[in-house]
């Protein structure tokens, strides 16, 4: 059979086509976060609660990127507990991340806790599923930032006492939806029990919920509060994903919770030693029960909290380890006008 000049250059460019990997973006590799080149991204980072204080986010941003940190993550609602971040907000929220050079992580917060009863219990709190919905409904707004956003699916998506089969099927289910509505993004899933996977959850079946990814780009996050209050607790959990080469961060964290003691000195040195990313709780405007997660006091900058500036300056913190993503590095420098030199034009 002849074999013509053109079918060998279809050949070759289908060969060449097929090579190139279904997401050239940041996503999951071999357990962990990795950028466009393949090089891995380590989080260094902290939340802001956009949600109940969205005219501080602008300057929240810009005052997160000073810090040194190269992630932030950001509180939306959508709608059932609290009030629905729009679109718009989002496609805003995304562009003020990308201005002030930080990766960002969206999340839906009204998750929080959800199924569980008795003291404590939230009130109305979302679905994973409803977690969905929204993000589906905002999706235009995601589809072609996936060097810059990742989608947290749902904040602490149960509660204690919540069976283990909730959190893995209805994550596997939200995982399969995300794909089929054409969302690349790099997926993270928090743990159950208000995110600290006290229940192993997560750790023992955190691969199934991978596997149901087809694009194997999705990551998982521990909350590490007054579970984590010894050396051993620590570092078991953190080795015990890095055994399994699952990719996780610590998304939220702090010196203690609610008047329980946190081992953050050991968190500082597992994540560091391992490439771990970490995301501190929270840049400011917490409640008098956890006020002093606050890192800055009354969202001002000049003025950092104990839990701040140990996050901040303090030894494997966020000034001392964080690496800005490529993309940002890599930027081209904006082209300044004549007069660039004398006016500044915001």
């Known amino acids: ?17 097929l090579a ?3 997401h050239a973006d940041m996503s999951v590799r071999d357990g962990q976060v990795v950028e466009s ?50 679109e718009r907000s989002v496609r805003r929220l995304i562009t003020q991340s990308k201005a002030a050079g930080l990766i960002c992580v969206l999340e839906v917060h009204d998750t929080t806790g959800y199924g569980q009863t008795g003291e404590g219990a939230p009130k109305d709190a979302a679905t994973i599923a409803q977690a969905t919905d929204y993000w589906i409904g905002i999706k235009d707004a995601l589809i072609g930032q996936e060097d810059y956003v990742i989608l947290n699916i749902a904040n602490e998506p149960s509660g204690n006492g919540v069976a283990d089969s909730y959190w893995v099927d209805e994550h596997k289910a939200a995982i399969v939806r995300l794909r089929a509505a054409g969302l690349k993004n790099v997926i993270m899933v928090d743990g159950p029990n208000w995110g600290q996977d006290a ?7 955190a691969g199934e919920v991978f ?20 050396p051993e607790v620590v570092r078991a959990y953190l080795d015990g994903f890095r055994s399994q080469g699952l990719a996780l961060i610590v998304g939220e964290f702090g010196p203690d919770h609610e008047g329980e003691p946190v081992d953050e000195a050991t968190i500082f040195d597992v994540t560091n ?13 917490n409640g008098p029960k956890a006020r002093n997660l606050d890192m800055v006091v009354k969202f001002n900058a000049r003025h950092l909290t104990p839990w701040g500036d140990r996050l901040i ?12 993503a490529a993309i940002f590095r890599n930027a081209p420098e904006p082209k300044r006008g004549l007069f660039s030199r004398w006016f500044r034009v915001d």
């Open 211 to 230: 596997e149901s990814d087809p694009l194997k780009n999705t990551m998982f996050s521990v909350h590490m509060y007054q579970v984590y209050d010894r």
């Open 1 to 17: 059979m002849k074999t013509t000049l053109k079918s060998f250059v279809t050949a070759f460019v289908m060969a060449a086509v």
């Open 199 to 205: 229940s192993k959850t997560m750790l023992q079946r």
């Open 20 to 22: 190139v990997p279904a």
């Open 273 to 285: 030693a391992h490439g771990i990313g970490y995301l501190g709780w929270s840049w400011s405007g």
């Open 37 to 86: 080149s393949g090089a891995p991204f380590v989080m260094r980072g902290i939340n802001h609660a956009h949600l109940w204080a969205p005219n501080r986010t602008n300057q929240a941003l810009k005052d997160i990127a000073a810090t040194g940190a190269n992630t932030v993550r950001i509180v939306l609602g959508n709608g059932v507990r609290w009030n629905r971040t729009s």
């Open 313 to 324: 300056n303090g030894e494997g913190g966020i000034r001392a380890t964080s690496k800005p």
